[in-house]
């Protein structure tokens, strides 16, 4: 109701109020205005006459406002002989025109029948926003619908998700995988060590609203952890606002077990060239050492016997020098040679061992006594103290080789004036053997490769001590060998060096320690060989002279051949008591030999002894399965060689090394 006149919108209200409907007054065009914004009408009961803003204008104004154009209105006036202005009205939206006074029924009436309308029409609108409601629920349904569907039939795990992780939706896959008891939050499912790291990413991703990829492992129902890649997407409103999360999560683990298998293919093959350049750098220094220690004492022996041979030495004490400079330098090619063998039977797994029970202590102190000359020389004092009776098992042989190495180390490494103690003991169980020095210690960084095969700390052409860098890497497997543990300590450069070896003990009653050396005192009566038929088969001219020169000089009637073949006519034209054969031979060896002379008459009782350059344990055996009654390696001191003959042909005594009383035994004598 719009009228400037207080009175008339007091008359209207009176009219209408039988309605029941509700009344809204405004007594101006602009007042009309603002409430028409403020809400919702069905009809406009507006006065034509107004001041400031009259009906017309304000009816245009209300026409040309979209939201108001739709609502009626009836024009009241008291000035009805100007059909313009009736005209006007009804061109800004009039629906009527009522002149003052009406009929407060036909008023009634025609408020009535527009009320009615706008209730229907309101009612249609009701019912049209349900029907929209409904096709929008009904379209969210079918939408859930081919999400599930959509969801279900891709390969890969699919979550919805809230912005702290929780899941609200997840496919079959991810059912599957996860089984029954599958977490219900994302971060649930990666193992604990991985938890900090994606919830970091997780924070991030929705602090910035970007999407998140990661690889991530995801916990299987079966406890186990399979790769995948997730990725993460924002799911936003149609006001871009983010009301969730939808993640999706691939199998990748094959491929990335794949990316490993390669990558470490990868690094093994660089490894593998790394080890490659640093084996080939090793070969070449090892071949480098060894044609050092193999040259050096090769020139003394060459100097010295070219020196004796043209006769330039009168003095008899020169010349007895000269020769014991020969016999050192033999012994040290002798040593280095075996040194190479005992690195071979390590590498190839064929190095064993006879342990027995020994008095560790007594061995020690021997193979002190043995050294105690070399480290004099050198102006070194070497002391030992042990407790006696402490029995370890092992081989004496191989045990002597263990601290005659460690020995041989600190004597080498310790300067003249400086000292070796040797400490041997019980201590927790274990025989304890300490080698210390005040030597040139051992650094920091070369500590932990101590024992390593042909590595030395000094490996300059400038170095002072020289060797192969063995010793000590063979001391370390003999100990394995024996069950023992061995390690070295340094308190760095200039501050010697212990090395400590421990043992287990054993209670079983000592045996005799055999002796380390064959017993050079003992040397065989000129006539030792005497009436004794020996055959001498080496294809080596120099060996075969030597061997029967010297058998000759103690009584032996030696014929000697050069062959398998010329061996078997020798045998033939007449009988031999003694076979001493080299395995090495052109055309049919000494294993072959031996079987052909087997088969000959009258030679069940010649005894057949190895002399060759064959040295293992493996050799030592076959000799002994072919028949051979003694293995003996080169080189041999001759005088040893002697006693050994002697000892078989007349079969008086059995030797430590070598007895062969009986036909088809046989005994193995290392060579001095």
Known sequence: MVDDRPANLITLEAVLAPLGEELVRATSGTDALRKLCEGDFAVIL?????????????????????????????????VASDPSRIFAGYSHGAVDYLVKPF???????????????????????????????QERRELERRSEVRFRAVTDSLPACVWVVRQDGSITYANH????????DAPGGLFDAVPA???????????????????????????????????HLLRVVPERDEHGAVGGWIAIGTDIDERKRLEEAQRSILDR?????????LANRSKDEFLAAVSHELRTPLNAILGWSRTLVSGEVHDAQKVTSALQIIERNTRAQIRLVDDLLDVSRIVAGKLHITPRPIDVGLLVENAVDGLRPAAEARGIDVAIRRTPHVTVHADP???????????????????????????????????????????????????????????????????????????????????????????????GEQKGSRFVVRLPLSQADAEPLPSAEPQQSLRPRREALAGIRVLVVDDDDDTRQLTAEVLQSFGGEVAVAV????????????????????????????????RRVRALPGTAGMIAI????????QDSRRAAEAGFHCHLSKPIDPLHLVRILAELAYAKAEHARCTAPEVGSIASAPAP
């Not at 304000?58 to 209105?73: E, K, Q, V």
């Not at 190895?610 to 293992?616: D, V």
């Open 46 to 78: 507006m006065d034509v006459e107004m001041p400031v803003l009259d009906g017309i204008e304000t009816a245009s104004l209300i026409r040309n406002a979209d939201p108001l154009r739709r609502i009626p209105i009836i024009f009241l006036t008291a």
């Open 103 to 133: 009929d407060p029924d036909i008023l009634k009436a025609k408020v009535s029948i527009f009320v009615e309308l706008w209730k229907k029409g309101e009612l249609i609108k009701r019912q049209e926003l349900l029907l929209r409601a």
């Open 173 to 180: 896959v991810w059912h599957e995988y996860a089984g029954r």
């Open 193 to 227: 060590e991985d938890v900090q790291g994606i919830r970091i990413a997780w924070k991030r991703m929705v602090e910035t609203g970007a999407p998140l990829e990661r690889e991530q492992r995801l916990r299987r129902r079966d406890g186990s952890y399979r790769w």
């Open 269 to 277: 093959e660089q490894e593998a060239r790394v080890q490659a350049e």
């Open 397 to 491: 042989d191989r045990f002597r080789q263990i601290v005659c190495n460690l020995l041989v180390n600190a004597i080498k490494f310790t300067p003249k004036g400086g000292k070796v103690n040797v400490d041997v003991g019980a201590v927790n169980g274990e025989a304890e053997i300490v080698v210390a020095d005040t030597g040139i210690g051992i650094s920091r960084d070369f500590l932990p490769h101590v024992f390593d095969r042909f590595r030395q700390a000094d490996g300059s052409l400038a170095r002072s001590a020289g060797g192969l860098g063995l010793g000590l890497n063979i001391a370390l497997h003999l100990v394995q060998l024996h069950s023992g543990t061995i390690h070295a300590e340094s308190e």
């Open 563 to 594: 062959s398998a073949a010329s061996a078997l006519d020798r045998i033939r034209e007449r009988g031999f008591d003694l076979l001493l054969t080299d395995i090495g031979l052109p055309g049919d060896d000494g294993y072959a030999l031996l």
């Open 610 to 617: 190895a002399l060759t350059a064959y040295a293992t344990q």
